[in-house]
């Protein structure tokens, strides 16, 4: 992500490497406001403005995957900045990306069999986790 944003031209300001860094260390597909919260610890007159910015540019480079969801807002992967599935619990908001390798594959089989051209995909699954499920039983 730091040569994406130095390639563009782009200043690798503290607040930038600070997103940076809370994208790179978690894998809970974090929300602008759980960065900004993280980022205000190291840098408390950091703006949320400085952060959707800076997501925005990062997602503009490829570098992170925006998941948006109705309800939930968008939550961002800085681990995998492609197309991959998702599971996510109906309960808690936990995202998991599980290892799938048929994705192209099933975006192949879905061009020839609709005629599209397709763009971008995203496949997602909905569920409890076994931290829910555990709760639950």
Do not use: N
């Given at each position: 992500?730091?040569?994406?944003?130095?390639e563009?031209?782009h200043?690798l300001?503290?607040q930038?490497?600070?997103v940076l860094?809370?994208l790179?260390?978690s894998?809970?597909?974090?929300?602008?406001?759980?960065?900004f919260?993280?980022?205000?610890?190291?840098?408390?007159?950091t703006s949320l403005?400085t952060?959707?910015?800076?997501?925005?540019?990062l997602k503009e480079?490829?570098?992170?995957l925006?998941?948006?969801f109705?309800?939930?807002?968008?939550r961002?992967?800085g681990?995998k900045?492609?197309?991959h599935?998702?599971v996510?619990?109906?309960?808690c908001?936990?995202?998991?990306?599980?290892?799938f390798s048929?994705?192209?594959?099933?975006?192949?089989?879905m061009?020839a069999k609709s005629?599209?051209r397709?763009a971008?995909h995203?496949l997602?699954?909905?569920g409890?986790?076994?931290?829910c499920?555990?709760?639950?039983?």
């Amino acid at each position: 992500m730091t040569a994406a944003l130095r390639e563009s031209g782009h200043r690798l300001t503290p607040q930038r490497l600070a997103v940076l860094e809370v994208l790179a260390d978690s894998r809970q597909h974090p929300s602008v406001e759980a960065i900004f919260g993280q980022v205000r610890q190291k840098f408390p007159t950091t703006s949320l403005a400085t952060i959707y910015k800076t997501v925005t540019l990062l997602k503009e480079l490829g570098q992170v995957l925006e998941l948006g969801f109705a309800g939930w807002g968008s939550r961002y992967d800085g681990h995998k900045p492609y197309p991959h599935p998702h599971v996510i619990c109906t309960r808690c908001g936990a995202i998991a990306d599980p290892q799938f390798s048929g994705m192209d594959r099933m975006a192949q089989e879905m061009e020839a069999k609709s005629g599209f051209r397709l763009a971008s995909h995203r496949l997602d699954f909905f569920g409890l986790c076994p931290a829910c499920q555990a709760r639950q039983d």
